[in-house]
């Protein structure tokens, strides 16, 4: 006789819930937990109102220059995603970090100093400069920033 094997039913695939102290309405010790050293800090409340406080200022001046910014709060830290409207797939998330000199500078995805955050309009032109190319070429016909020659549209 062979054995055949069946996927175990939704009852038996989920396991019942731990009865530990607290659910019997016992006091329950504190154990120590530890943190992984690859997780993120959460900044303190003064770093992040320092950081909205610039990420704003650079979305309105990108906003006037034409590209569309989503402000992602929540997040840790918090960033601002660029980015053009016709292709909102393309774009570029900008933090703030302090640099040296206890400047603060806008940071790209990629880890690299835009400009420091006292300069919002030279942030503004450095991430225009590196996004408009990949803008560019979502927005023509072959993808590479130029229209094919060799294909011809009345074929």
Same mark, same amino acid.
């Given at each position: ?52 406080r ?11 220059a ?10 840790? @830290?918090? *960033?601002?995603?660029?980015? =053009? &409207?016709?292709?909102?797939? $393309?774009?570029? %998330?900008?933090? !703030?970090? /302090? ?15 835009i400009? @420091?955050? *006292?300069?919002?309009?030279? =942030? &503004?032109?450095?991430?225009? $400069?590196?996004? %408009?190319?990949? !803008?560019? /070429?979502a ?5 590479r ?11």
């Open positions: 006789m062979a054995y055949r094997w069946e996927p175990p039913s939704p009852a038996e695939a989920v396991p019942p819930p731990r009865q530990g102290a607290a659910s019997q309405g016992k006091a329950e010790a504190v154990r120590q937990v530890r943190i992984p050293p690859s997780a993120p800090d959460v900044p303190p409340r003064a770093v992040r109102w320092r950081a909205y610039y990420l704003d200022r650079l979305a309105r001046e990108l906003g006037r034409g590209w569309s910014s989503v402000a992602r709060y929540e997040e840790s @830290p918090p *960033s601002l995603r660029v980015f =053009a &409207a016709p292709v909102p797939c $393309v774009g570029e %998330t900008v933090t !703030v970090v /302090a640099g040296p000199g206890k400047v603060w500078w806008f940071r790209s995805s990629l880890g690299h100093r400009a @420091p955050c *006292s300069d919002v309009a030279g =942030a &503004a032109w450095e991430i225009a $400069v590196l996004l %408009t190319p990949w !803008v560019a /070429a927005l023509t016909r072959d993808g920033g130029r229209h094919d020659v060799r294909r011809s549209d009345a074929t």
